[in-house]
């Protein structure tokens, strides 16, 4: 009987390779002053892409979070049981200073090393990177009330993962949560009905429900409740000063799409101890800095799942043959691959500098801070919109074989939605663009001031930007204004990356990308690049290699 399970013409096991092995990463990190976090940047990426690692990011998708409401008892103990996995996770990740530690560096470019961190990491597993963003969100919304921040923020920003409900201000290290909308309301958090009632001491007792709760088992949350002056801000404890649960009740966990590494829930505060963050009835302006933080990561998780998926797919063709060749050597193919290896650095490119714009805020550089604030909320719109759009191609590169959930590639499919949802999906921060141009003084000055640093570089770019500035001037209309702001968010995005990309990026990349994004030359699906784009460099440039 001759053999029938020869296995020929399948890719081998993509393992043991580096994330960090990224030039558009590693030349933002040199450029932008993170040159002494590479390093560290390197070996995290080597154990991103470790078997052991990617083995605890299968295992953690496998065996998603359960809630626990009582004990065999009948008693109210509201845990959530995660699998070994999830905490192997959570420990490199924090060990690696992906969550808070960047408040605490004195070195410049701190933000984008930590960024640089979480973009390596992501990429090996995202669920467990939702606790991390929110730890490392929750310092400047915690520093509204420096005794507060005095008390917890050494313990966020402690390298030390320390699993378990315990008195917060016992523990090594912390974990934080946010918990703000509500079944009503959603992204209108004014909405919310939760009620705060002063207590002599000085704390507040919550009495509402939250639609969702992530990571429920965080050691502390900030949340959003109603006091007598209006929407508030404040910071929950999981188990109070004496030991005692506080009264937060779980329940359910959600049954998401994906993320399901990460536990989603529904919650009751039943008169839970609280303590204000921020002044009274300004709750929502204490929790911006924190939402502008976390949507930082939005962008950056989305650019991490797109070099995933690129990365399975440049593997996978350079494998697999049909048609007497390898596909990577196909034109089409090739095509296909060069328009995601330039989506993909061009979302990476552009996080990397709006991390960097948060090194300089930090500063006191104005410029860089009304940089920060407009280039984030373009970015949260279309960065993250493409990654779906992006994971969905890339699995189909590996055709039946990406469809399956052994690839990797559905969860990965299933993650991307998320991140263009979370902090506000598309029409929340479309809108949130048009606020920030009417709200933040010197934003659109700073704005144009950056893209036109690549003035006269590439007349395909300095087309796009003139046509953007043509589009402003019927901003003055609100209602004209709403009926254009994906269309406005989507032009400010593309001509920013066209411009980092033709300052920092190689030739062939920064051509691909005006000649399509910018110049029109391109259809409606990946892999429709104009046939004059050079293919060659593009794809060495994805490639995995010993990028030093």
């Known amino acids: 009987m001759g053999a029938t399970h020869e296995v020929l013409n399948q890719a081998p096991p993509l393992i043991d390779f580096s994330t960090a092995d990224d030039p558009a990463l590693l030349e933002a990190l040199r450029r932008d002053g993170g040159g002494w976090g590479e390093q560290e940047v390197r070996e995290l990426g080597a154990l991103a892409g470790s078997a052991e690692v990617q083995d605890w990011a299968r295992m953690a998708e496998e065996h998603p979070p359960v809630l626990h409401t009582h004990d065999r008892y009948g008693h109210r103990v509201d845990e959530v049981e995660y699998h070994p996995a999830y905490h192997q996770l959570m420990a490199a990740a924090v060990a690696g ?5 960047a408040w605490t560096e004195t070195r410049p470019g701190a933000h984008l090393v930590r960024a640089a961190k979480f973009y390596c990491f992501a990429q090996a597993e995202p669920g467990h990177g939702c606790p991390i963003s929110m730890t490392y969100a929750a310092v400047p919304a915690l520093r509204a009330e420096p005794e507060l921040a005095a008390a917890y923020e050494p313990l966020l920003a402690a390298r030390v993962y320390d699993f378990g409900l315990r008195p917060p201000l016992g523990k090594r290290g912390l974990i934080a949560g946010m918990s703000m909308t509500e079944k009503q309301g959603g992204s209108d958090v004014r909405a919310n009905t939760t009620r705060a009632l002063t207590q002599a001491d000085g704390s507040y007792l919550l009495t509402g429900h939250k639609w969702f709760t992530s990571a429920p088992m965080s050691d502390v949350f900030l949340t959003l409740a109603q006091a007598d002056e209006g929407l508030t801000c404040f910071l929950v404890p999981r188990v109070l000063p004496d030991g005692t649960l506080n009264a937060m009740r779980l329940q359910r966990l959600k049954n998401k799409l994906g993320n399901r590494s990460n536990a989603s829930s529904e919650i009751e505060y039943d008169a839970a101890v609280a303590w204000r963050v921020g002044e009274p009835g300004r709750g929502v302006r204490t929790i911006v800095e924190m939402v502008n933080v976390t949507r930082l990561d939005c962008v950056i998780g989305s650019a991490a799942g797109m070099r995933a998926g690129l990365r399975q797919a440049l593997h996978h063709t350079g494998h697999r ?9 196909q034109p089409l193919m090739r095509n296909v691959l060069a328009d995601l290896a330039v989506e993909s650095e061009a979302a990476t490119t552009l996080a990397m500098r709006l991390a960097t714009a948060l090194d300089r805020a930090q500063t006191g550089d104005e410029s860089e801070a009304a940089l920060r604030r407009l280039g984030l909320a373009v970015s949260k719109y279309w960065v993250c919109k493409r990654g779906a759009t ?9 055709g039946g074989n990406g469809y399956v959930e052994d690839s990797g590639m559905p969860r990965l499919y299933r993650e991307a939605p998320l991140l263009s949802i979370w902090e506000g ?6 809108l949130d663009v048009l606020r920030a141009l009417g709200r933040e003084s010197g934003a659109l000055d700073a704005f144009l001031a950056e893209v036109d640093t690549a003035a006269g570089a590439d007349a395909r770019l300095d087309a796009a930007v003139a046509r953007l500035r043509d589009l402003l001037p019927q901003l003055a209309d609100p209602q004209r204004a709403q009926l254009l702001a994906r269309r406005l968010a989507e032009q400010m995005t593309l001509v920013l990356q066209g411009s980092l990309l033709v300052r920092y990026s190689h030739p062939a990349v920064a051509d691909a990308f005006c000649a399509s994004r910018l110049d029109g030359d391109w259809g409606h699906a990946f892999g429709t ?3 004059g784009v050079d293919t060659g460099p ?11």
Do not use: M, T, W
């Open 97 to 101: 200073g992906q969550h808070a530690a």
């Open 321 to 329: 043959r049909a048609f007497g060749a390898e596909l990577i050597d």
């Open 390 to 398: 992006h994971a969905a191609e890339a699995l189909e590169c590996l």
């Open 425 to 430: 999906s598309g029409n929340v921060a479309a």
């Open 529 to 531: 690049l104009p046939p």
């Open 538 to 548: 593009i794809l060495d440039r994805a490639r995995l290699k010993d990028a030093r």
